[in-house]
């Protein structure tokens, strides 16, 4: 559906909603509120999905920020990501950067206190995820919290299965988002200075 379609529908439904709450129709209005949601959802993917993009995306397995230096070097994967979405922002291929991290307090601190942070625009192109719900992560969650555990007791101080769970979470995720056969090997090699955990580039 075209992004323009989208939109008259989007003013159809908030002009809906807005007369719903004016007679007191409680249950239209819920409803309309809940169609808002999606369809904005589906507005922001089409608006990003109009032209073609090279897709970064970091998996954080950390699932809080207590750990000494898991906030500091989350926090310098968030700028490594947005630093090339804002070199590529005037560039004939602009750059997505998605971060995915365990839950809504982390990604809260991305977005509430770490961006405003610094001088960085076009924050349309980086969106940050959430695992705390995902159901491959749920299946897993007692072994990866095990893990974690071994981990920060230096029993243990790699975590092979937590990092290979939320990677594959993220490629999952990306690769449903903007649909796998859209999706090609970046040939560039501006990025190869830094491990990515998803690299592809999108062709509309």
Known sequence: MELFE???QLLLLQNIKS???KERNYDLAASSRDKIKILEKRI???SIMKEDLYILGMAKSSLDLKKPGSARNLELDVLRLIYFVNLFSDKEIKVYGVMLVHNKEIKDR????????Y???NFDFFRVLTFENDPYFLEN???IKLEKLNNSTFINSSAPTSKKIIEQILTTELES???IEKLHQIEITDFKRISWDFDKLYKR
């Open 6 to 8: 989208l939109e008259n």
């Open 19 to 21: 007369k719903a709450v």
């Open 44 to 46: 922001e993917q089409a």
């Open 110 to 117: 991305i977005l509430n206190v770490w961006l405003p942070k």
């Open 119 to 121: 001088s960085f625009t």
């Open 141 to 143: 969650k007692e072994e």
């Open 177 to 179: 988002y903007f649909k």
